[in-house]
């Protein structure tokens, strides 16, 4: 009886009777082999092509090695195609040009290494695995967490006394239609209110405004800007979106973050992007906020209703606030410029931020600056042509920044008004009002004080 080898290790198997006198020699082979089972380490080096793994009877080969080291140059995902049989093997992708590899037979399921990473996967025989894709207790890193894809935290993530870095890129595929954002398919993160969107065609600082049937994912959503933009592939600033976060040390976040629920840090909290809070902002400390600060030309070129800042023009605190605007008459248009007409003075300036909303067709709605052509004219920039003049022409709403806070200067001592209203104004119901004059009411501007409310001019 021949002689045979082992399906996984191909290592020989004597028969019996055979190799009299010379069977020690090939008994020593097999350690070897085991040995390079166990703990063998291969470089095999990959060269724009699928690379396929040595596999011999009795010698040694590439195949049998424990660790394999994958090198070379690759323009693209290319596979390490090893022998349908059962093995464990550690792959460290270390090729350049920054492709992920797989790992496999010449059929079945593989596995994806990313650029630069080692993992521990494993063959049946007819599919590959990835040998780690849980942890049965505590899981401890010492170095640097890098996540490519979604992380879902379902309890507390605890950070000592280092640093918490978090920075997940959103890929989708959508499109935009009007201020509707449909998106048809997810590559990685999540989607989120107040997350910055970009991409092919879509406007400048274009952002998520609230949550139609998506909710992170596949879905539709409102974004701020009206525009059309085709499907294509749709980025959203990178963002985390945690549950809870508990650090007793540092936590740094790169990109935007949406914290659905609670947020406690011990130390310093760093965000170069947008936070967005779902529920109230508790401040427990003896401490200081520092909000934003800057110029009067560094404010926001499309404000919204609710920021707050200070200005280091004016030495004030400001809010930006929104008001009905002027009764349109008519929107037309050429190409891509919409000329609005008012029934009456607007009192806008060139500049002015101003939203529209229920005119059709939907390219004339959204948020825009705007340039003051008359005292009931003013143009703006659409995104899209859209083809007809408006019917209906809907409504809008322009906003200005106010002193907020009411702070008294020269070391509270003097309270400062300004000298001119240039949007229209109505004071609230039950409220009274006093300003220091010369106070002018520019062209068509109306004030409104309710019955019963008093302004006083001194």
């Known amino acids: 009886m021949a002689s045979t080898y082992s399906t996984s290790l191909k290592v020989q198997l004597i028969a019996t009777g055979e190799q009299s006198g010379i069977w020690g020699n090939t ?17 095999i080096t990959m060269t724009n092509a699928n690379y396929t793994l040595s596999n011999l009877n009795g010698v040694s080969d590439e195949a049998r090695n424990m660790v394999l080291i994958v090198q070379g140059t690759n323009s693209a995902i290319y596979q390490v195609i090893a022998p349908l049989v059962p093995k464990l093997y550690v792959v460290s ?58 992380s879902t935290l379902t309890g507390t993530l605890s950070a000592g006394a280092g640093a918490l870095s978090v920075n997940i890129p959103t890929v989708v595929t959508g499109s935009i239609s009007g201020t509707t954002l449909t998106v048809s398919a997810v590559t990685s993160g999540t989607l989120f209110v107040g997350q910055i969107l970009s991409g ?11 949550l139609g049937s998506g909710s992170g994912g596949v879905g539709t959503y409102t974004v701020s800007t009206s525009q059309t933009v085709a499907s294509t592939t749709i980025t959203g600033a990178s963002a985390a979106l945690l549950s809870n976060l508990l650090t007793s040390g540092n936590a740094a976040i790169t990109g935007n973050a949406a914290i659905t629920g609670t947020l406690s840090t011990t130390g310093n909290t760093t965000l170069t992007g947008m936070l967005t809070v779902a529920s109230d902002a508790t401040f427990s400390g003896t401490g ?25 023009t004016t030495s004030a605190f400001e809010g930006y606030t929104s008001a009905p605007g002027a009764t349109i008459s008519s929107i037309t248009y050429a190409t891509t410029t ?25 390219a004339y709605n959204g948020t825009y600056s705007i340039t003051v052509t008359s005292t009931t004219q003013f143009t703006y920039t659409m995104a899209s042509n859209p083809g007809s003049n408006a019917s209906p022409v809907g409504s809008y709403v322009s906003g200005y920044w106010g002193a907020v806070g009411s702070g008294a200067q020269a070391q509270g001592v003097v309270y400062e008004n300004g000298q001119t209203i240039s949007a229209n104004y109505t004071m609230t119901s039950g409220k009274n009002g006093e300003s220091v004059g010369p106070i002018t009411v520019s062209s068509g501007i109306v004030v409104t004080i309710p019955a019963g409310s008093r302004w006083v001019i001194l």
């Not at 290494?113 to 049965?136: E, H, I, M």
């Not at 800057?294 to 920021?307: I, N, Y």
Request: charged residues 5%; negative net charge; glycine residues 14%.
């Open 27 to 43: 008994t020593d082979t097999n350690w070897n082999l085991m040995e390079q089972a166990v703990a063998g380490v291969q470089t």
């Open 200 to 210: 092919t065609g879509v406007t400048a600082n274009t952002t998520i405004t609230a």
């Open 93 to 150: 992708n270390q090729t350049s040009g920054g492709y992920a590899i797989t790992i496999g037979g010449i059929s079945g399921a593989y596995v994806t290494v990313p650029n630069g990473s080692t993992t521990l996967v494993y063959g049946d025989g007819v599919n590959f695995y990835a040998a780690q894709t849980g942890s049965a207790g505590n899981w401890s890193v010492g170095g640097n967490l890098s996540v490519t894809g979604n």
């Open 288 to 312: 200081e906020i520092i909000l934003p600060n800057g110029t009067t030309a560094q404010r926001s070129a499309l404000p919204t209703s609710g920021m707050i800042r200070y200005n280091n």
């Open 338 to 362: 919409a000329t609005l007409t008012t029934s009456s003075v607007h009192g806008l300036t060139t500049g002015a931020v101003v939203t529209i909303s229920g005119a059709s067709p939907s």
